[in-house]
């Protein structure tokens, strides 16, 4: 089974801190994505890497930054917290060819104070 | 106009019965397509795909894909509480990563 896990499922922070969230996955996929998923906007794209130290800006990719230095561990980093990122942030990976499903990690639901 | 849409509910079926979720998309060149069921506070979890026109089946759940007509569908037999949930749709355009996209959502409630 893929397992991708994610490094806190409930995160609070203040205002201007710079906040690292962290995905592993265990199935050696060369895609990792990050995405946030807001009510009634459902799920956006925020970065998406398709290799190590590759990397491609989604649709909402302002006030994020990533990281990808080893396959297996895509990192999401928001340089200074603003209370509009308080959301569900939710990591996935998949494999380029054949069956191209996204696995989704648990989720970290973060808030910004 | 949005890439992938779904009615966003909500979808209210009794229990026994079978619930049809239904989804269109834009681009008519998309390759891969993909139910994902999300139950509220977690995070979706990939159901069905399908990659070819016709219908696939999998225990009580039935993706069917129409090309032509750009749509897709989910049917639900023998419908449980436990399927209450948020059902997405994707859709991968190119088999990239990044034309991977997703619909937002219908809200299904099974009554018992």
Redesign the interface.
Known sequence: DVKVTQSSRYLVKRTGEKVFLECVQDMDHE?M?WYRQDP????R?IY???DVKMK?K?DIPEGYSVSREKKERFSLILESASTNQTSMY?CAS?V??G?????????T?LTVT | QKEVEQNSGPLSVPEGAIASLNCTYSDRVSQ?F?WYRQYS??????IM?IYSNGDKEDGRFTAQLNKASQYVSLLIRDSQPSDSATY?C?V?RD????Q?Y????TSLTVIP
């Open positions: 895609n994505f009634g906007l459902g799920l794209l998406f890497s398709y491609e989604g939710l998949s380029p060819v069956p191209d499903e996204q696995y989704f990690g648990p989720g639901r | 891969s993909f506070g977690k995070s979706p979890e990939l795909s997405l994707a991968n088999r990239s990563g990044n991977f997703f619909g937002t959502g």
